[in-house]
Structures are given as structure tokens and as C-alpha cells.
């Protein structure tokens, strides 16, 4: 063996997707990225990512878990938590106690949120205050279409569904922006005070109606204009969760269509290949269960984010129906057994802004799945630590079934980080490592994957289910 050969045994390095694959796996691939962009589409919220789920867990043989009076292997059923987080599990042929293999991403996204109290008039126009949701670059919501989604929840009980923006004929908003004639203060600012929260105000109005007794007759018109199309007082701002996100849809990207680009696939990219890999799936050894849930963007909390009991009770639920009851030391064994994909994004390397990563140990995009060992920020705080043992077990089942992965952390290492569900699925006492899909632009109105990079995430989610 020359010393050539010998190195190039020895050494490690990324494979590209588009390189190993197969005609047939190609098609594939392009075909799961045009039902990807058609998820991403119909699911721009939390609450509409949950519908879209539900509607496709029932077109493949998924039903509520209510509806079971006794489970058997190969049952598929699913949970519902406040409309904002599902759960489904497809029954193995293994006692529940040998564990669970578990798919977890989350659905929610950075956005505007209108406050509780959003509408208002100045100077002839009427508009909407916002306060934003998760880690946003406020500069790069202005001057861009946006739509109004989410519910009113009316005082008789009635729950209105909002969604203005998206058809054709709709109309669109904007958070308007400074002329460049007349930003020169503006541009001495960094970009990081260049556009404050408190201006981050959508345009919604500019014809007033009303005889000129009304003080604010645009404000009025508008609130007519609601009353008609739903049936609302401005009271009822007050009890509605309205979300603001970009209007445009998913298209392809690049002259060779290797791209996917919308809004929100942080982490809807790896919320559908979750979806999509446990609906594949025949009756597994192991339960498998995919979840996901929302409020990761502002760190896992309240009761529909990963620090809520949904996942715990819904499991203890699973226990009692499979085993006539569930005592904690059941429980306990069923966790401790269990194994969990948090399959959340990573930064894909950016060839544009190439000083804020560490080349040996970033992802790139078209160089398939991205493992992360660990998240975090700054001495891993807040990181999931993933053991060797279980990142050589991982790492097995990927090459065992063909699939091709990279390693990255989230760029230098004093540079910056972030977490993930990870950390809390690790704290009830399971195995757990991050790996998903390197994106480009993460966080930003209109996100970049590479469609290779979906695939070998569908691929690798399918392979847990069915070899660990």
C-alpha cells in the first residue's frame, strides 16, 4: 500500500449527496423536496403545522389515541396537545420497557407577533404593533410582503381562524422602511439598532370612512372592514394569537433547482422528514414515536414547549393502555431505554461570511445530515453533550443504511451557538444527539436548504425508527 492509499484510508472527509446518488434515489429526492415545499406552504404557523399533520397522519393509517380501547403492535395512533403539538407512535413489536425510539423537532419560528392591543392610527394611515418572536434580524422584516395567520377566540366561544396573505387576490402588509435620501442617521447605527422593536409596526390601512365626528376614521374603516368579514370588536384583539409571516411561498432556488428557500424551515425541514420517515415505516421492534412541539425559538417553555408534561403523560397514557397500568418504576425503565434524534437544523457553512466558522467543524449544504455532539453557546452552556457510545451508535445505523452525514458545531467557538430540545429530552434521563439539515440564512424571512441534504435526513430518521 503506497503512502497515498494508506492516507486515504486513514483520513476522514464529507461525501456530497448529489455525487453518491442513484437515478432512482435522485427522483426520489426531488419528489419528497416538491411535497416538502407543499408542507411548508399550507403549514406557516404552529398551530397549521399541527392540522397538516393530522390531515396526512390519517391519510396514512394514524388515528387519536382516544379512539384505541387496546393497542397492539403496529397500531399507529397520535396526540394532540392544544392544537400546538403532536405526538404519533406507531406500536412495536417489543415490550414498551426495552424503550423508545423517538424523533422530536420543533414547529414554531421566528416571527412577529401582533400584540394584544395592536390597532391604532397616526397621521392618516392605520397599523398593527407587533412584538417579536425568537431570535430575529429586525432589518430583514421591513419592506417585504407579509400575511396576517392564527385564531380569535370570540366571548360566546367561538374560535375564528385568521389566514390574509397568501391567495392571490389578498391583500399583503409591510413594515415600512426609511427612503436611503433620508436614512443617513438610520445607516450610522449598527445593525442591531438600526431598526428598534417598538417600530416594527405593520401598515394595514389608509381609507378613512365615517361621517368627521370619528376622530380616527381610518382606524375606523378598518375595524368595520373586520366586523364585517368576522364578526369582531377590537376587544377581541385581546384574546387572539395573530402571527405575522412573510407572504411569499417555498420556490426553488439555483438555475439546477438544488435548493429549497422559504420561510420557517427552521425547523419545518426537519418537523416534515420527521413526519414523513415514521409514516414510511412498517411495525418496528421498538415504539417508534415522532413529536413535535413548539416555543423552542424562546426556549422550550410553557405547556405546549418540550419543558411542558404533554411528552411525559402521553407516554405514561401509552404505558397504561399497552400494559394495564403504568407504575414509575415502569416509566422509568421505558425512559431510560429510550433513544431520542432531536432533529433540529445546524449552520450550513456560507461561503460569503466564511469568517465565522471553523471549516473542519462546520456543515455544507448538499454534504448530506449534520451531527451535532453538542449545541450550545460558549463552553457548551445550555449544551445536550452527546456520550461517544451513543454518537458511535448513531453513527452506525447512518453508514449502515447508506446515508450520508457530516459533523458541525454551530460556527467558532466564541462566536456564538444556540440550543435545542435536546438539552430537556436529555435531562429525563435518555440518550439524545441534534442532527438535521444545514440551512443558510437561518432565522431570516426566506431560509436556504439543499434538497440532498432533506433526503439523507428522511433517510436517516427511517433507518432509527427501524435499526436501533
Known sequence: MTDKELYEKLKYGKKNVYKELSSEETKEMLSLADKYREFLDKGKTERECVAEAIKLAKENGFVPFEEKSELKAGDRIYFINRDKNIMLVVVGTEDIEKGLNIVGAHIDSPRLDLKQNPLYESDGMALFKTHYYGGIKKYQWTAIPLAIHGVICKKNGEKISVCIGEKDDDPVFTVTDLLPHLAKEQMSKSMLEGIEGEALNILVGG???G???ISERVKFNILNILSIAYDITEEDFLSAEL???PAFKARNVGLDNAYVGAYGQDDRVCAYTALKSIFDIETPERTAICLLVDKE???SVGNTGML???FEMAVAELIAKLKGSCDMVTYNRTISASACLSSDVGAAFDPNYPSVSEKNNNAFAGNGLVLMKYTGARGK?????????????IKTILDNNGIIWQTSELGKVDQGGGGTIAMYVGNLNMDVIDCGVPVLSMHSPFEITAKGDIYMAYKAYKAFYKDR
Open 207 to 209: 381609507i378613512g370612512a
Open 211 to 213: 361621517s368627521d365626528e
Open 243 to 245: 402571527e405575522v409571516v
Open 297 to 299: 425559538e424562546i426556549g
Open 308 to 310: 411542558s408534561r404533554f
Open 381 to 393: 452552556s445550555e449544551a445536550s453533550d452527546a456520550s461517544a457510545e451513543f454518537v458511535s451508535e
